[in-house]
T-cell receptor, first 114, second 114 residues
Framework: RKEVEQDPGPFNVPEGATVAFNCTYS??????FFWYRQDCRKEPKLLMS???SGNEDGRFTAQLNRASQYISLLIRDSKLSDSATYLC???????????????FGTGTRLTIIP | DAGVTQSPTHLIKTRGQHVTLRCSPI?????VSWYQQVLGQGPQFIFQ???????GRGNFPDRFSARQFPNYSSELNVNALLLGDSALYLC?????????????FGEGSRLTVL
């Protein structure tokens, strides 16, 4: 099983719809998780972090299911500007400053259709 | 404040050549990491440096090397280039007080090996 797995998509979703995608991880000792957003031919940028059961920031909700070892990202009322690739990121379980080999998923490509 | 800056932004090399990529972290950030992103994949960890010392190394051959300078800037060197080294090379920095997983990426150096 890969350390971090994502459905690559693409997800083509009409504007205004709700979309959700998952990310599974293999190491049950992992404590924190992150979603990064990467626009086409740009650098990844941190979108959200998830430490406990979940996190919400406006239209975006990230949830963690430790029993099933997956995190999800939900986008409500999707906008054209949400079109991007969403990368799931898992740090090492006992990471500390200086030991931060982040494992990225392959990314889920999302296109919002007008 | 300036973000993470990388140079060159684009470069083309031929097989067997050598390349040096440069990165300047955000002012005050002492940790620099390098990632390789092949088209259609998530970034893969290559190196992490903190206070001029290598703190982590990913599964890359010895042809890849890096260093960090007293001003916290960094270089990534790749020798004996192969076609498979064609990728976007991303540099990321983070502050000591920041959370693990919160990286600030530069726009990357896009390397094409012919």
């Amino acid at each position: 099983r890969k350390e971090v797995e994502q459905d690559p998509g693409p997800f083509n979703v009409p504007e205004g719809a709700t979309v959700a995608f998952n990310c599974t991880y293999s190491n049950s000792a992992s404590q924190s998780f992150f979603w990064y957003r990467q626009d086409c031919r740009k650098e990844p940028k941190l979108l959200m972090s998830v430490y406990s059961s979940g996190n919400e920031d406006g239209r975006f909700t990230a949830q963690l299911n430790r029993a099933s070892q997956y995190i999800s990202l939900l986008i409500r009322d999707s906008k054209l500007s949400d079109s991007a690739t969403y990368l799931c990121v898992v740090p090492p379980p006992r990471s500390y400053f200086g030991n931060e080999k982040l494992t990225f998923g392959t990314g889920t490509r999302l296109t919002i259709i007008p | 404040d300036a973000g993470v800056t990388q140079s060159p932004t684009h470069l083309i090399k031929t097989r067997g050549q050598h390349v040096t990529l440069r990165c300047s972290p955000i002012s005050g950030h002492k940790s620099v990491s390098w990632y390789q992103q092949v088209l259609g994949q998530g970034p893969q960890f290559i190196f992490q440096y903190y206070e001029k010392e290598e703190r982590g190394r990913g599964n890359f051959p010895d042809r890849f090397s890096a260093r960090q300078f007293p001003n916290y800037s960094s270089e990534l060197n790749v020798n004996a280039l192969l076609l498979g080294d064609s990728a976007l090379y991303l540099c990321a920095s983070r502050r000591a007080q920041g959370i693990t997983g919160e990286l600030f990426f530069g726009e990357g150096s896009r390397l094409t090996v012919l």
